[in-house]
């Protein structure tokens, strides 16, 4: 029996998704060298994350969810690439998708929209960092037009071993 797909949709993300992006994000400090968090947070410690993307400006979070049980499945975000003012123009982006959400395009999704909602700003280059391997990542990135520029080798330790990050960039002009 064919499995059905439900329709996906992105928007921006509220206040009121700061639980299920907590447990999202959660699963990848636990399972995975994606993100070099080791410890896992709690919504309110991942409250000022959130209200760092408001619905305008450079920094935006955007969430898919489930059309139909508004579950989500993932979200993209992009944030300061670095502190010091004369980066200002550039960001770096990131797509985290739910475990069980692979493989339905919601990547794809999120990254359309983030790049539609920054496309009005001033901003000339998007970066992301990708722990390696992660090969869909990887397809992800380079499908939205961003190239590799670099790789920091074992540049983190998480799960008792050292892991690479492949830098990618993007023009935004």
Known sequence: MPTERTEVQVRPGVEADLEALTALYNHYVRETAITFDTAIFTPEERRP??????VDGPYRLMVATDADSQEILGYATSSPFRAKPAYATSVETTVYVAPDAGRRGVGTLLYKA????????????????????NEASARLHERFGFRHVG?????????????????????LT
């Not at 994350?49 to 408001?54: D, I, M, R, V």
């Not at 790789?151 to 023009?171: N, P, S």
Request: glycine share 8%; proline share 4%.
């Open 49 to 54: 994350w959130l209200l760092s993307h408001p």
């Open 114 to 133: 983030l790049f539609e909602a920054l496309s009005g700003e001033d901003l000339h280059r998007a970066y992301a960092g990708i722990a390696q391997p």
């Open 151 to 171: 790789t920091y080798r074992e540049v983190g330790r998480k799960f008792g071993r050292y892991w690479d990050v492949a830098w990618y960039e993007k023009d």
